[in-house]
């Protein structure tokens, strides 16, 4: 059975941390935006062990570029951080989804304070 962490939703970004039973942590993150006059959503879901979760957290809290997530030839999920030096704020990221070879989604995104916070406040 999963446990639910945290579950948030701020600013057009939804979050919900997962602890699976397999003690992996599943991070689940759909964000909302405009693009052009339509009104798009993306789902990405990234499992972390436990030690990369941690190491997402310091690079998220500290702002270090970075990327976590995982690919394989058949699919891609992704989480790049912008370097930035202001104190935790929000973060600049960029979500990446592919799918095999054909379809991918960019997706530039701002992680407002709250859900920064509400990543940071997991203890795993």
Sequence with gaps: ????????????????VLERESGCIELK???????????????F???????????????????VKSWHGNSNIWQANKIFIKKQNHPNNYRNIRAYKRIFILGFHLIPATLSQVVVNAILGVSV
């Design 45 to 63: 879901t990234i499992s972390f062990k436990k030690s990369e979760f941690r190491k997402f957290q310091r690079c998220l809290r500290d702002g």
């Design 29 to 43: 993150l759909d964000i909302s935006y405009n693009f052009f006059t339509a009104y798009q959503k993306n789902w």
């Design 1 to 16: 059975m999963d446990i639910v962490i945290a579950e948030i939703e701020d600013a057009g970004v939804g979050l919900k």
